[in-house]
């Protein structure tokens, strides 16, 4: 078929679907394949021949003979179809009585199916080579400092040093992981490797989570694809230390979000789209969406499918392209490359005004459409897929084969190991109450102060900016970068500068003090902690101690590591005595740095999936997929049920209602005479905010909610028509005892008779009293219980 046949057709194939083609390819895979020559195929838009006319062109001219991937291109109006690669161009001439092939054995110009649907077929003549993977990593780049995106990872192959490219920091809340290909890393507990500043340094291990296929119809739900693995190729690096890594692109910039495919989004709008990766081996590739499911292979009565071919991108309309005199008007670029060395290289979609002619707000691809997923940045790289092979597929008679990318989709790797990318170290963390939440709370704390000490409140509102925000930054910031921020508000220095932080300052025992699951249930106690602790005795650290003894992670029946332990009331205990000592020795600049902190983690006590051990889904009710690897073995997967509802709850429903927020917190009430005598009655009231936090939302409530409505489009406004009005009640409770632990702390110290000045700390101060060690230092569960004070 060529363009006067699409002239002349009475089909509208323009309004083929994705799943239109994958029903006809699927039904007439197995005879396509065995005519003479066809190799692959896929499914995708028509390639039209670069010397045929343009619609209403004043001279109409179509050409005939071989269609390369040289010689041809996707246009803006290049209909549906699927494709067949072969690896010879046969003329027609050659079929029929007396020629070179039986008449039946031409590869069909329309694929017909039972309902009446009829589908083009575009062949496309592309021999295939072999083509090795891996490769030794003489000459390429190595990193001075950080280690990343586009940068090597070495292992050792059968005596032979090999290298492949990292594809991105990814995290499963607990740990950090460097994502790259399965055959790369290996089996669990290998040692992988690189190289910084010139020395070779081990970065980690195989970790056990991997991914090598999978069956289609698992993948992409209600699809058909009868015995057909989708490969993935994923494996994780267990690194051994966050120092030497860093979560930015190769180019120095922070990705956008993730490209959420799947089949109930998954469109025909992606082929054309420009994308870019950068291998350790080939640097900066620019390439193209060629066709998406590329059946590269058959073996044992299976089919293999990748899901994106990429390869070169067409000049056509490229403004970079122009004045180079490399290649003529509306020629598909001959310059990219993809080479050994290359696997696992991160693919990303590039912004929008990249892909096609859209210079509007308006967000249409290239085709004329609106974008599958409106919900990212228009203007960032946002990560679409991992490399994990290539073919050497031919490309015209004078210059041989040029090499194609095989990619899997990014998110089905993700869900497949139970991961989300990190884009930069304060973005994406499942276990952040979002800066929102923080800044506004602590901003709020402030404003409710009683008035009953007019030091504190002068004091603490000279430092509203050093603790804080005004309402103005509250509504419009992005809060990117705080976790390379030389300076980070004390109501956020918790997570973005003791946790998460890259500044140098992250402490090891600092993530337990952020949550705690209350309703983690002991057999041996027959309690969770919300019951024990209506016994205020049991508000003891080596009685939590023991209790986590008597307990084991949900999931997988694991001892729950120290690490995991949390201990926020006690956190909340260790810095109300701290607070009272700055206040009886007149250390107003230490007070007001303990004050701005403690908010944080009062924060977090309010919120009802910090709270629980339905922090992140339900592991109660797991969901485990099976994982074919290509030795023969299989795995499992496991992951709880509405994993992702933390940050949909905590991060997308408060900051898409933030006006709310700050208008509804404004009525929390002042403390009034009401104390607490010390550090032990601090925890105490922490405490109870957890059970009525729990009594308020129930956090099976908010994994309900999140189940019912799987798509993220329309989710903040699901999750604040039915939990707004109480997440600002639990919120203003949250204010109520900070203010009130704020005043207590003064009185029990004598603020009003010691504090002499109440000037604001510099940003350079409060950070050096933050950055000391020694300044209420992170511990565990099972330390700090010596350094609290009791009655």
Known sequence: MDLRDYQQSANNYDQLSLRDLLDARDLYHVHLMQHPHVIATAVGRYRIRIGDAWPNAAHQHNERGKR??????????????VLAFVDEWVDEKHFGEGARYDPDQIVP??????????????????????????????????????????????????????????????????????????????????????????????????????????????????????????????GLIDVDTLDIWTAKLRTGEVMGPLVDLSADNLTLSLIGCRVRGFGAASGLMQGELQALF?????????????????????????????????????????????RAGDSGTLWLLEPLQANGDDKGDDKKNRHGTRDHDDDGDAHSFRPLAMQWGANLLGWDSKRGSRSFALATCLSTICRELGVDIVRDWNLDQVDTWGAVGHFAIASRTITRLSGNFPKLSKLMQANLTIISHDDATILKSDFKN???????????????????????????????????????????????????????ANIDAPVWDKFYDSITEIIDGSKIDEKYRGLLPFRVWQIFDAMVGYAKSGDADRFVCAAGVLTHYVGDACQPLHISYLHDGDPRK???????????????????????VHAAYEDDMVNTNR??????IDKTKVPG?????????????????????????????????????PQKSGRPEMFWTLFGDKTIQVMQDGIHLASLLWESAWAAGGGEQNIKATKALTEDGAMKICGDKDFVPSMSVAQIGAVLQKA
């Not at 590329?294 to 122009?322: C, H, W």
């Not at 797991?622 to 992702?644: A, E, I, W």
């Not at 006006?659 to 509804?664: D, V």
């Not at 005598?677 to 905010?689: D, M, P």
Request: proline letters at 7%; aromatic letters at 10%.
């Open 68 to 81: 390369t991937l040289a010689n041809s291109e996707v246009r803006p109006y290049s209909w549906p179809c």
């Open 659 to 664: 006006p709310k927020i700050l208008a509804g």
């Open 622 to 644: 797991p969901v485990t997929r099976t994982v074919n690897h290509r030795d023969g073995t299989s795995g499992k997967v496991t992951n709880p049920l509405g994993m992702g």
């Open 482 to 536: 705080m976790g390379d921020a030389p300076f980070v508000p004390l109501a956020d220095v918790p997570d973005f500068y003791w946790k998460h932080g890259k500044q140098g300052f992250s402490r090891f025992y600092e993530g337990p003090n952020h949550f705690a699951d209350m309703d983690h249930y002991s057999d041996v106690y027959k309690a969770d902690l919300l019951t024990l602790c209506k016994d205020p």
């Open 294 to 338: 590329y059946r590269y292979k058959s073996l044992g009565g299976f089919e293999y499918v990748a899901d994106f071919l990429i390869g070169p991108r067409s000049t056509q309309n490229m403004e970079q392209e122009k004045g180079r005199g490399k290649e003529k008007p509306g020629a598909l670029s001959s310059t990219f490359r993809t």
């Open 109 to 234: 110009r329309t694929l017909y199916l039972p309902d009446g649907r009829r589908v083009p077929v575009c062949v496309v003549e592309a021999p295939r080579e072999a083509r090795t993977d891996i490769a030794a990593p003489e000459a390429m780049a190595f990193p001075v400092n950080n280690i990343g995106n586009g940068f090597p990872v070495l292992a050792r192959v059968q005596e032979q040093e090999r290298a492949a490219t990292i594809a991105c920091l990814v995290s499963d809340g607990h740990r950090t992981y460097a994502l790259t290909n399965r055959h790369v890393t290996g089996s669990e507990g290998e040692i992988l490797r690189s190289r910084l500043n010139g020395k070779e340094v081990e970065i980690g291990v195989t970790a056990p989570a991997q991914c090598d296929r999978l069956a289609f119809a698992e993948v992409y739900d209600g699809w058909p694809g009868k015995k057909v693995y989708v490969n993935v190729d994923a």
């Open 673 to 709: 005479n009401d104390r607490v005598a010390n550090g032990q009655g601090a925890a105490q009231r922490v405490v109870e905010l957890m059970q009525n936090t729990f009594e308020t939302i129930p956090p099976e409530n908010i994994v309900d909610a999140f189940l019912k409505h």
